[in-house]
């Protein structure tokens, strides 16, 4: 990503995102002093137990304490279901002022559809366990685009257990021109737990076209299979591949891409939930959207890379 791109970012957090999250910054204090009220409030009922041995006292008192508690989880859920929606749309509106970004639309639920993620044979799984949030919708270029949280699990053949598939960010786009060939390039640390997938894609009469890649550094942190006729030269250009490798190297995420005829399928992996707030310690934190603000920033810039290109 260029400087001046973050750059400009961090000027637009320190004038529109930090004052919002300041102003939630004040509403989860208020929300940790309560938490502390009920705590004390409960262990004061609970010695005056110890010391009268009245039950009925202590029932009588437990009731409106009871309320409050039930009260606070509300306040609490309320919080944590309204910070991202509003730091996020704040961050989308910095992204879609950018060159070449239409508008781009938010919504908390829904997502990409089981059947898409499936056709970008990136992952081979009958994804028993499918859930997708924070659907985030736009053009790039022409290029019409939807990306969201996802998890996909799947029942472990070993173990009583299911285990992770794929956890992160899922992006498909559209590509406006009819084309015809598919590319899948997975990440070479992860050969060994992708076995299923490329045997699946040699099934289908695809192959390993590394020697096709003349970027060094990509060829060797990525696998790269098409299937035979594809033109795979110039599918990324070398800028854009070096700025993959660069930010793999730099957040330690992986990266997943397919180009299966006019669609394209991009997933990085995310450990951790996005922009999910704390409650026991400040959100104010420029790293906090950062990390969201690079992820977007790149699955976008692989689109619009090849939508310039092609």
Same mark, same amino acid.
């Given at each position: 990503?260029?400087?001046?791109?973050?750059?400009?970012?961090?000027?637009?957090?320190?004038?529109?995102?930090?004052?919002?999250?300041?102003?939630?910054?004040?509403?989860?204090?208020?929300?940790?002093?309560?938490?502390?009220?009920?705590?004390?409030?409960?262990?004061?009922?609970?010695?005056?137990?110890?010391?009268?041995?009245?039950?009925?006292?202590?029932?009588?008192?437990?009731?409106?304490?009871?309320?409050?508690?039930?009260? /606070?989880?509300?306040? =609490? &859920?309320? @919080?944590? *279901?309204?910070?991202?929606?509003? $730091?996020?749309?704040? #961050?989308?509106?910095?992204?879609?002022?950018?060159?070449?970004?239409?508008?781009?639309?938010?919504?908390?639920?829904?997502?990409?559809?089981?059947?898409?993620?499936?056709?970008?044979?990136?992952?081979?799984?009958?994804?028993?366990?499918?859930?997708?949030?924070?659907?985030?919708?736009?053009?790039?270029?022409?290029?019409?685009?939807?990306?969201?949280?996802?998890?996909?699990?799947?029942?472990?053949?070993?173990?009583?257990?299911?285990?992770?598939?794929?956890?992160?960010?899922?992006?498909?786009?559209?590509?406006?021109?009819?084309?015809?060939?598919?590319?899948?390039?997975?990440?070479?640390?992860?050969?060994?737990? /992708?076995?299923?997938? =490329? &045997?699946? @894609?040699? *099934?289908?009469?695809?192959?390993? $076209?590394?020697?096709? #890649?003349?970027?060094?550094?990509?060829?060797?942190?990525?696998?790269?299979?098409?299937?035979?006729?594809?033109?795979?030269?110039?599918?990324?250009?070398?800028?854009?591949?070096?700025?993959?490798?660069?930010?793999?190297?730099?957040?330690?995420?992986?990266?997943?891409?397919?180009?299966?005829?006019?669609?394209?399928?991009?997933?990085?992996?995310?450990?951790?939930?996005?922009?999910?707030?704390?409650?026991?310690?400040?959100?104010?934190?420029?790293?906090?959207?950062?990390?969201?603000?690079?992820?977007?920033?790149?699955?976008?810039?692989?689109?619009?890379?090849?939508?310039?290109?092609?």
């Amino acid at each position: 990503m260029e400087m001046s791109t973050l750059a400009q970012f961090r000027i637009f957090y320190n004038h529109t995102i930090y004052p919002e999250l300041r102003r939630l910054e004040r509403l989860r204090k208020r929300l940790l002093g309560l938490l502390f009220i009920a705590a004390f409030l409960l262990i004061g009922i609970l010695i005056f137990e110890i010391y009268l041995h009245i039950w009925v006292v202590t029932l009588f008192l437990s009731i409106p304490i009871t309320f409050f508690l039930f009260f /606070l989880g509300y306040r =609490i &859920r309320t @919080f944590v *279901q309204t910070f991202k929606p509003q $730091v996020m749309r704040l #961050v989308l509106d910095f992204i879609d002022d950018q060159p070449n970004i239409g508008e781009l639309s938010y919504t908390a639920i829904g997502g990409i559809e089981k059947e898409n993620f499936l056709r970008s044979e990136i992952f081979v799984t009958p994804a028993p366990i499918y859930q997708t949030e924070d659907s985030i919708e736009g053009k790039v270029g022409q290029m019409p685009f939807t990306l969201c949280e996802m998890i996909v699990r799947e029942d472990s053949p070993v173990r009583n257990r299911t285990n992770y598939v794929f956890k992160g960010i899922f992006l498909h786009a559209v590509f406006t021109e009819e084309t015809e060939g598919r590319i899948v390039i997975w990440p070479r640390e992860y050969r060994q737990y /992708l076995s299923r997938s =490329i &045997r699946h @894609f040699n *099934q289908q009469g695809g192959r390993n $076209v590394d020697y096709e #890649v003349m970027n060094d550094k990509f060829r060797e942190t990525f696998m790269t299979y098409a299937l035979e006729d594809t033109h795979v030269v110039g599918t990324l250009s070398e800028p854009m591949q070096d700025a993959i490798v660069n930010y793999r190297q730099e957040t330690g995420k992986e990266i997943y891409l397919s180009f299966i005829d006019e669609e394209i399928f991009i997933a990085i992996t995310e450990p951790k939930n996005i922009l999910e707030p704390f409650i026991f310690k400040s959100n104010v934190s420029f790293e906090l959207v950062r990390s969201f603000f690079e992820d977007i920033s790149l699955l976008l810039s692989i689109v619009e890379d090849f939508d310039q290109t092609h």
